[in-house]
């Protein structure tokens, strides 16, 4: 460890005081959400404490987050506590006042400034997210094995009221529904080692980006720390959103709108005759067309590949890097698709000071039935419910988890050619006002598509604060 960095900031001491998942992915198959309620106030303070503390036979231990190398345990716990779940456990008036207004009010108050409206609604969400006040925790296991999982649950219910449980896996190969490969660029903190991210030239995010305590990217500026430093210190807040994904309208959305291309006039300029071949492999005219649109909408093509750097194929060769990119004047990458609405990087945007303000570190695993993007029943929807389990990572919900919702993928303030249009994949969207411009090669200006209704709406979630461990064992000995 570098000697200079260790004089000011002692990146270990942190590492071992922030709880896991937050600096770096656990990378694991499974995992099983606990939403608890705190019934029995005593037992959940030993509880927290024992867990704080490296654990028992009884009591898992939460996992910090110091790099555990080559002896990766069977299992890793974490916990993220509600507003309501702080005054639970005896959290003072005072204290509770030093937290940010949009944590103590909670997701479901917020539901307008991040989209959850229309089916979205947090009254149409399911238990246990229909009783916004009784969920206290946020437990989250992680493991490779379902064993793993279950015998952590039955230790948490002995001290805890369970009142839901959600499971996710992933699908394989990185993929989520819809078919992308996603948790390929994320934020990377100074001194933190993430091997997954070695290769991004991005700049590096000060830990106050994540972390409360630390400078921040902007000046001279960090976020409060909520009061007393042993509770609010090294932690960090979580938006934990189940977010259902209407996979079989999505791919049929793809049809009509390769449908639509192929008799538009400018279709020629958007994929030039025979270029289909190279767009990816055994692909024809209406199937490469599709593949642009899914590539255009999100920023990258399903594969992975980012489509500023490769926008004629999904399989370039030479191979571009994953990550190390930025949107250029003359970008084909239309400024209203998914990633680069939810990371500008050094691209010209209407709020440039904002940039690299609002990162978010993104943690999620996929939940539902299977659905092959490639081979599927379009005469019988399966619209069984199937999403992600997603949790948004930052150091103020406010300034950028709720900012980059509504500002930048509802809304699109970056550029007035989007302002009014809503993020192609996950965007409020509804059939009647959707738009998306199509970006055609050569600055041969764009083509709008229309009549997408909204593919992702939330179904339940909760904004937690995750304390560090020096903040849990406070809280167990309140
Ligand atoms: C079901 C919902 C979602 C799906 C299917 C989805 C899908 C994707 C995919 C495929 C990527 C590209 C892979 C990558 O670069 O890692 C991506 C990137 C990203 N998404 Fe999402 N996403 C979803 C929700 C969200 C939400 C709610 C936010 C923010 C509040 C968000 C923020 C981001 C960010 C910041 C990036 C990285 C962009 C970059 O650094 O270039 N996503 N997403």
């Not at 279950?150 to 990185?174: I, N, S």
């Not at 005219?285 to 999100?298: D, G, K």
Request: net charge neutral.
């Amino acid at each position: 460890m570098n000697k200079q960095v260790k004089k000011d900031v002692d990146i270990d001491a942190i590492e071992r005081d922030v709880q896991g998942n937050i600096l770096r992915s656990y990378s694991r198959h499974l995992v099983r959400h606990l939403m608890l309620e705190v019934t029995n106030v005593a037992a959940a303070r030993r509880f927290l404490g024992v867990a704080a503390n490296g654990g028992s036979e009884a009591v898992p231990a939460i996992t910090p987050g110091s790099d555990w190398g080559k002896a990766k345990p069977p299992s890793n716990f974490n916990i993220g506590l509600t507003f309501e779940g702080l005054k639970a456990l005896g959290v003072s008036r005072r204290t509770l006042q030093t937290f940010p207004v949009e944590f103590s009010q909670g997701m479901t108050k917020r539901a307008m400034k991040i989209g959850d409206f229309g089916d979205s609604a947090p009254d149409k969400w399911p238990a246990p997210f229909d009783t916004p006040e009784k969920v206290h925790i946020v437990a989250s296991i992680h493991a490779d094995e379902e064993g793993q999982l279950d015998k952590v649950e039955a230790q948490v219910a002995k001290a805890f009221t369970v009142l839901g449980v959600r499971d996710g896996r992933g699908l394989g190969r990185g993929k989520v529904f819809f078919g992308y490969k996603d948790s390929i660029s994320q934020p990377r903190f100074k001194w933190v080692k993430d091997r997954t991210q070695a290769t991004a030239d991005e700049p590096l995010d000060p830990l106050g980006t994540i972390l409360l305590g630390y400078p921040t990217s902007m000046e001279d500026m960090s976020f409060r720390v909520p009061y007393p430093d042993a509770l609010g210190l090294n932690g960090s807040f979580n938006a934990f959103r189940i977010l259902a994904q209407a996979s079989y309208d999505y791919e049929i959305y793809l049809d009509e709108a390769a449908d639509f291309l192929l008799k538009h006039k400018d279709v020629d300029l958007l994929l030039p005759p025979g270029a289909e071949k190279k767009v990816g492999k055994g692909l024809d005219r209406h199937a490469a067309l599709r593949e642009i649109v899914a590539a255009q909408m999100c920023g990258r093509w399903r594969n992975g590949t980012p489509y500023e750097t490769s926008p004629d194929t999904m399989d370039p060769d030479p191979d571009v890097s994953p990550t190390n990119f930025d949107y250029s004047a003359q970008s084909r990458c239309p400024a209203g698709a998914h990633m680069r609405r939810a990371n500008p990087r050094g691209g010209h945007i209407v709020q440039r000071i904002a940039t690299y303000t609002r990162r978010l570190v993104r943690r999620g695993m996929s939940y539902g039935p299977d659905f092959d993007p490639d081979d599927f029943d379009r005469k019988n929807p399966d619209r069984r419910e199937r999403g992600l389990l997603g949790n948004f990572l930052c150091a103020n919900l406010g300034a950028q988890f709720e900012a980059v919702m509504c500002d930048w993928l509802n809304v699109g303030l970056q550029t007035p050619s989007i302002t009014g249009t809503n993020d192609p994949l996950l965007g409020a969207n509804t059939a009647e006002t959707s738009r998306f411009d199509l970006t055609l090669p050569d600055n041969a200006g764009t083509i709008s598509i229309y009549g997408f209704p909204r593919f992702v709406t939330a179904r339940g979630g909760a904004y937690t604060f995750l304390p560090s461990l020096t903040a849990i064992r406070y809280l167990s000995e309140l």
